[in-house]
Structures are given as C-alpha cells and as structure tokens.
C-alpha cells in the first residue's frame, strides 16, 4: 500500500499526498518500493518524506485562494520554502515581514497586480498563524 499512496488519494481530499511536490519527492526518493510491489516493507532507518508546510506553504495556500499562483520565473516558491525553513517564529520578526513582503510587492508589479503593504502584512501574519495551528494539530 505504500508505493500506491499516490493513486489511492488522487482526486480525493488528500491534499498532502497529492501536492505535486510530494509527488515529486515521492517519485525521486530511491529507497522507496516499487509500485509492482506495494508490499514490499520500508529499508530499516526510512523516514517518508513530509509534504511541504509552515508559513510559506501557508502563505501560498492563501494566495492560490486569490488566484495567485507561483508562476516558472516568479520567486514565490523559492521565498515560500525558505519561509518554511525560518519556521513561524523567525518569519514573525518585522525586517523577515519586511522581506516577504518586499517579495510580494516586486511580484505583484511584475503582474501588473495592485498591492498594498498593508494587505500583504496582514496574510504573512495569517499564515504564521496558520502554520503554527497546523503544527499544533
């Protein structure tokens, strides 16, 4: 069952496990199983792979509720994972809001979106919030 994970949550509510980076770490990891045999038992020491989360998974989620969605030269997935990597603790210090938010401006601009400062402070906090709540669960 665990080289099918994949298929068994395709067009479900499983939205961990059918990210397309998950697929992607999923599909790239060499110890796992193959799919000819889902059986097969996990090499001693496997630590499966977790799909993406913290603040910047969480920032993107709120803005993919706006339609916005990293686009192949935008740097939205770059800044998103290492908001991740700083955890919500670090992404809550003013000049790392500054910075996002920096990043969020230069991008809007490029889309020829409107945006305010304001507005964009206010979804880094959400999704601190957010991922510390996701985190507890």
Not at 9 to 30: K, M, V
Not at 59 to 72: D, Q
């Amino acid at each position: 069952m665990i080289g099918r994970l994949w298929e068994l949550c395709s067009g479900t509510n499983c939205d961990a496990a059918t990210s397309e980076r998950y697929r992607e770490l999923w599909d790239s990891h060499p110890l796992l199983p193959s799919a000819a045999q889902p059986d097969a038992p996990l090499p001693v020491g496997f630590v499966l792979p977790l799909p993406p989360s913290g603040p910047g998974t969480e920032l993107s989620k709120l803005l993919k509720r706006f339609g916005i969605e990293p686009t192949p030269t935008c740097q939205c997935r770059a800044k998103a994972a290492e908001m991740d990597a700083w955890g919500p603790d670090e992404c809550e210090k003013p000049e790392r809001i500054e910075e996002v938010v920096a990043v969020m401006r230069a991008e809007a601009e490029a889309r020829g979106l409107p945006f305010l400062d304001v507005a964009g402070r206010l979804l880094v906090r959400r999704a601190i919030r957010n991922a510390r709540r996701a985190a507890a669960n």
